[in-house]
């Protein structure tokens, strides 16, 4: 057996034994694609959408040629743009890459400290090979390892779950922000075409006036009243096509678009509102159990509770290694050579004079409390912003809903009656106008709420399931002299 002998090496393997990972754990923390099970199901689950894993160029040279097909020269709903950004959006891609990171940090973490081999030779002279008077060779290992192997693989199993939560959650987040983008960008193609026409109707007043004007029966300052406005909706026309520039290129952002896969459309017109929206009496409940946030938190706190219970059960020793090995010796005596070899086994720990661990276990305690505390307050957050999301998905479908069965009803009649008026000869022409940019104006603002309905819409998926709740950042359209947006 050479030098280190029998009694060596049969200790060194009793030490390595219980220390190995199981098998399952490896394979669970190997393989990439198998950690990927969770977010491609809670994509399909709650997105209704497809996920991708990009491992290689290959992937990735297929995945651009199924994105080109989908995008060039193509309408976009909302659906195609979430579909579009879950598979081609590279910072979700480098969530994924940070999962398979996280879970080679777990599979670190339950591995058995490699044993540290020492080997000495005295005596050495210049009288020929293996000349020397004793060799010594010992294997040392970290006991303290083995024996919280148990505790190590259930901490790692936390972290590998917690990895891919994480991935999830980023998952969610980048589909409800390309929905939002996606709602702010077709609400400001309708905005543009809701100004245009506001635009055409100012154009022909300004004319109008201009022509009253040459024949004296129009004073000036109505003139310039007349032509004052149709000068600030050709100022408002030129921020409208900014802003939709800019909410266009949000969206394609959003989907990781670039070079000629930019070259989509989006609808000119956001969606009908749902003849109905659907109540949520268990909203909080359905939050409770489903936000990844709060199962993140979750974990968290029982990290905390394993980390705590490492700590105190390694309170006293932190450092315990046993070390084997066997001294080979051999003397000259008279001529003839006397061999012995000798067994050695050491026990080393640290001594807890100075260091009784009560400050590591204080921490842990508080890290433990720390962790409860931000769960309790992520739970009662959870609970209000689901809530207040169901509150605003259903109280904008109201108000939307109000906008176009009642308001723009009334506008329509004002204008038809305004018109046989006018063909009647009891109205003048400005009248009529101003019924009509009243219309428009009204029109603006069932569009902004019918903006704001979509946008609660998808709000209230982040609010069950996670990836942010907060509200859409487009332009929002407040009146006649305040749209923003153009169509492509």
Excluded at 59 to 84: F, P, S, W
Excluded at 106 to 116: G, L, Y
Excluded at 167 to 190: G, H, I, N, S
Aim: net charge negative; with cysteine; proline share 2%.
């Amino acid at each position: 057996m050479g030098f280190l002998g029998k009694t060596g090496l049969s200790l060194s393997a009793i030490l390595l034994l219980p220390a190995c990972a199981s098998p399952e754990q490896t394979a669970r923390f190997s393989d990439r694609k198998a950690a990927f099970g969770a977010v491609s199901g809670t994509a399909l689950s709650v997105l209704g959408q497809d996920a991708v894993l990009l491992m290689d160029a290959a992937a990735i040279e297929a995945n651009a040629k199924r994105v080109h097909a989908m995008v060039q020269g193509k309408t976009l709903n909302a659906d195609t743009a979430v579909q579009v950004a879950l598979i081609n959006n590279r910072g979700l891609q480098a969530a994924y890459a940070q999962m398979g990171v996280s879970s080679a940090d777990a599979w670190q973490s339950i591995m058995q400290p490699n044993p540290i081999v020492a080997i000495e030779v005295a005596g050495l002279n210049a009288s020929g090979v293996g000349a020397f008077r004793s060799i010594e060779g010992i294997v040392a290992n970290n006991l303290l390892a083995a024996f919280t192997q148990k505790d190590r693989s259930r901490q790692a199993d936390i972290q590998f779950r917690q990895a891919q939560l994480i991935a999830v959650e980023e998952t969610l987040r980048v589909a409800v922000e390309t929905r939002r983008a996606w709602v702010d960008a077709v609400a400001a193609f309708e905005t543009a075409g809701l100004i245009r026409d506001a635009q055409s109707t100012a154009d022909a007043a300004s004319e109008l006036a201009a022509r009253l004007g040459d024949t004296g029966f129009l004073n000036k300052a109505d003139q310039a009243r007349e032509h004052a406005f149709y000068a600030e909706l050709t100022g408002q026309r030129a921020q409208a096509k900014l802003a939709a520039t800019l909410a266009k290129e949000t969206l394609t952002r959003q989907m990781g678009l670039w070079g000629s896969d930019v070259n989509y459309f989006v609808p000119n017109n956001l969606p009908r509102l749902p003849g109905h929206v659907h109540d949520r009496p268990h909203i909080e409940r359905d939050a409770l159990k489903s936000r990844v946030d709060l199962t993140l938190a979750r974990l968290e706190l029982d990290s905390m509770a394993k980390a705590r219970g490492m700590t105190e059960a390694t309170r006293y020793v932190t450092d315990l290694e046993l070390i084997v090995g066997v001294e080979h010796e051999r003397e000259n005596e008279d001529g003839r050579i006397e061999r012995e070899t000798t067994p050695q086994v050491e026990l080393e720990f640290a001594i807890p004079i100075f260091d009784s661990g009560k400050a590591r276990l204080k921490r842990a305690e508080a890290a433990y409390l720390l962790a409860a505390h931000q769960l309790a307050e992520r739970a009662v957050n959870v609970r209000s912003e689901a809530r207040a999301a169901h509150a605003s998905y259903v109280g904008t479908h109201q108000i939307a809903r109000h906008y176009r069965n009642a308001v723009l009803p009334l506008r329509q009649t004002i204008e038809e009656e305004a018109l046989l008026s006018y063909n009647g000869m009891i109205t003048n022409t400005f009248e009529l106008l101003a019924d009509t940019r009243a219309r428009l104006n009204s029109n603006l603002m069932e569009a902004n709420a019918r903006r704001d309905f979509w946008l609660a819409d998808a709000n209230l998926v982040a609010a069950i399931y996670g990836g942010g709740a907060g509200a859409g950042g487009g332009a929002a359209v407040a009146s006649i002299a305040g749209g923003s947006t153009e169509e492509h």
